[in-house]
T-cell receptor
């Protein structure tokens, strides 16, 4: 059974810092991995999707990498802003399976 | 990207009543998914809804408690039946799109049961 963990659980940084969020999964036979952002009491916004054959994806200040063999993905946020404050979740999908979500990292970017 | 509209956005309900949550997608999709997010927790899949067939429920969720309808390829409803305070959660609908099956979510329904 796939298990997904995220470290750290919470992170507080000053504005302008570059930061890395980590996602680990136990079963490396994945189809794809997706990063989401969730604002309090709201739904999830898709950030980046990485297919199993890819090593990374980039969108603006965000870069997500995937290392299947080690069961890890990282989300890199460059030049953080207060508007980046949210919970970030990663979700992993196996072949013919539904997504399994991690517990999330709660990010606060201080002005 | 896709647009998924979900309503109501929030509700406060009395114990023993039922609430139906609606989810509308702006394009046709084969499968829709319903998730629950309990306070401070991550997402748990309730069921997968295919058009024209019974929903497939995950372990720990039953049809009598969470009946789902999927009358066409753009719409689904989830009912939370005979509610108790333990049902207080955010309920989210989602669907995946495109050949890479990217998952998109509605804005969520924040349910409080008194």
């Amino acid at each position: 059974k796939q298990e997904v963990t995220q470290i750290p659980a919470a992170l507080s940084v000053p504005e302008g810092e570059n930061l890395v969020l980590n996602c680990s999964f136990t079963d490396s036979a994945i189809y794809n991995l997706q990063w989401f952002r969730q604002d309090p009491g709201k739904g999830l916004t898709s950030l980046l999707l990485i297919q199993s054959s890819q090593r990374e994806q980039t969108s603006g200040r965000l870069n997500a990498s995937l290392d299947k063999s080690s069961g890890r993905s990282t989300l890199y946020i460059a030049a953080s802003q207060p508007g980046d404050s949210a919970t970030y979740l990663c979700a992993v999908r196996g072949y013919g399976q539904n997504f399994v979500f991690g517990p999330g990292t709660r990010l606060s970017v201080l002005p | 990207s896709a647009v998924i509209s979900q309503k109501p956005s929030r509700d406060i309900c009395q114990r023993g009543t039922s609430l139906t949550i609606q989810c509308q997608v702006d394009s046709q999709v084969t499968m829709m998914f319903w998730y629950r997010q309990q306070p401070g927790q991550s997402l748990t899949l309730i069921a997968t809804a295919n058009q024209g067939s019974e929903a497939t429920y995950e372990s720990g969720f039953v049809i009598d408690k969470f009946p789902i309808s999927r009358p066409n390829l753009t719409f689904s409803t989830l009912t939370v039946s005979n509610m108790s305070p333990e049902d207080s959660s955010i309920y989210l609908c989602s669907a995946d799109f495109g050949t890479n099956e990217k998952l998109f979510f509605g804005s969520g329904t924040q349910l409080s049961v008194l």
